[in-house]
């Protein structure tokens, strides 16, 4: 089952804050942030795991909630290289001879001086 | 080091023909995955590697798709009897090992079909 994001877009001004938000209808293991800026590859951001995990890459923090099934990407004072679409790729087997992740269709984000 | 190479990286054919799409994943890399991406959809799995394991299958939209990887490194998608709703972007995506491990993208291959 695909996540679902939310928003599907938003705009910011450099400096404003945003929430990316990625939800699963089915139970979690592990989140997988990834951020693609137009006409390039998908570029890694970080991997939580179940148990409320929360990680930091300067700015840029997320948090999972296994009760909620569902991890929220965070970040803060946006700069204008934040610019892109966000995905998320959620596990919901672990161990099981297969580690494919299921992404949601993204969140695009622009962020204008 | 190099990353993950793709080739063509630009691919327009006609409908019907077969086309081969080319990865070749990061050296010591034992995982590699092959997704699709549309315009303004996500990323949509298709295959796995593994290793020597049987591959993952299960995203393979049809049996036109295949997929295989040759001494553990090189991997081939071909596309037999190409329709139009196979226009896409194809990535490639290689890791570490499986698992709870950063997947290092390929800059992709559009595929155009007239």
């Known amino acids: 089952q695909q996540p679902v994001q939310s928003p599907q877009a938003v705009i910011l001004r450099e400096g404003e804050d945003a929430v990316i938000n990625c939800s699963s209808s089915?139970?979690?293991?592990?989140v997988h942030w990834y951020r693609q800026k137009h006409g390039e590859a998908p570029v890694f951001l970080m991997i939580?795991?179940?148990?409320?995990e929360q990680k930091g890459h300067e700015k840029i923090s997320a948090s999972f909630n296994e009760k909620k099934q569902q991890s929220s990407l965070y970040l803060t004072a946006s700069q204008l290289s934040y610019s892109g679409t966000y995905f998320c790729?959620?596990?919901?087997?672990?161990?099981?001879?297969?580690?494919?992740?299921?992404f949601g269709k993204g969140t695009k984000l622009s962020v204008i001086p | 080091g190099a990353g993950v190479s793709q080739s063509p990286s630009n691919k327009v054919t006609e409908k019907g023909k077969d086309v081969e799409l080319r990865c070749d994943p990061i050296?010591?890399?034992?995982?590699l995955y092959w997704y699709r991406q549309s315009l303004g959809q996500g990323l949509e799995f298709l295959i796995y590697?593994?290793?020597?394991?049987?591959?993952?299958k299960s995203g393979l939209p049809s049996d036109r798709f295949s997929a295989e990887r040759t001494g553990g490194s090189v991997s081939t998608l071909t596309i037999q009897r190409t329709q139009q709703e196979d226009s896409a972007v194809y990535l490639c995506?290689?890791?570490?090992?499986?698992?709870?491990?950063?997947?290092?993208f390929g800059p992709g291959t559009r595929l155009t079909v007239l």
């Open positions: 995506a290689s890791s570490l090992t499986s698992g709870l491990n950063e997947q290092f």
């Open positions: 089915k139970a979690l293991y592990s």
């Open positions: 939580l795991l179940k148990g409320g």
């Open positions: 790729g959620t596990e919901t087997t672990p161990g099981a001879g297969s580690y494919q992740l299921t």
């Open positions: 050296s010591g890399h034992t995982a």
């Open positions: 590697f593994q290793g020597n394991s049987a591959p993952d």
